[in-house]
């Protein structure tokens, strides 16, 4: 119950983040979008929603919006590139086992398939898929992707991530109407993010039975 109200109230926990850290606030939202997209075992953490409330409290003057952007980037590509080397170095390891206590390898093999399917570009569209975001620079770090390759197409995804998110919580977060019903936008934002993995695993399940 904590999470969920974490989540779905994080403006206002992100007030009192400021109120209470102040400038120290970049910093604490660097580290979780780096954890978020840097370590499989912390998918849960909040991406999406996150960077759009802290894109309207920046609209409201407690954050510079400019930094916010800056900082957030170095999160997200420091993120992924830690997350791929760890895969290119203990990756094979993890796959030899069926399971594993700190995460599902059910995880590893969709986002694997989602790779496969994909190719480069999934490195860009992983981004805006929560859980994938995590694995997919993991499973490109497993698969011996062309480091360069790679980091091209990781901070082209990172960047327009973050800046959609961020900019689209800048310019619109603060509209009456979203203020009023934050908690169903970020509802909403995060049902559109899982959308994609349903629809593919779906039909995936009806192609099955076919």
């Not at 969920?4 to 850290?21: A, G, P, Q, T």
């Not at 800056?70 to 997350?83: K, P, R, S, V």
Request: proline share 4%.
């Amino acid at each position: 119950m904590l999470i969920i109200d974490f989540l779905l109230n994080f403006d206002v926990h992100l007030i009192n983040f400021i109120e209470s850290y102040g400038i120290w606030t970049y910093g604490i939202l660097f580290l979780i979008i780096f954890l978020e997209t840097g370590l499989v075992i912390t998918p849960f953490l909040p991406g999406d929603s996150l960077l759009f409330a802290a894109g309207a409290i920046a609209a409201q003057g407690s954050l510079e919006v400019g930094w916010l952007f800056l900082f957030l980037c170095l999160a997200a590509i420091g993120g992924d590139n830690t997350n791929y080397w760890i895969g290119h170095f203990v990756g094979p390891a993890v796959f030899k086992q069926e399971q594993s206590r700190l995460f599902k390898r059910s995880y590893l093999e969709k986002t694997h398939r989602f790779y496969e399917k994909y190719g480069n570009i999934a490195v860009i569209l992983a981004r805006f898929i929560p859980i994938v975001r995590t694995f997919t620079p993991f499973v490109a770090g497993i698969g011996r992707m062309t480091y360069r390759r790679f980091l091209v197409y990781d901070v082209i995804g990172g960047i327009v991530w973050i800046g959609l998110f961020t900019f689209g919580g800048y310019f619109f977060g603060n509209i009456p109407f979203v203020q009023r019903n934050f908690s169903l936008v970020v509802v909403a934002i995060i049902l559109l993010s899982i959308l994609p993995p349903i629809i593919e695993a779906l039909r995936h399940r009806f192609k099955k039975s076919e």
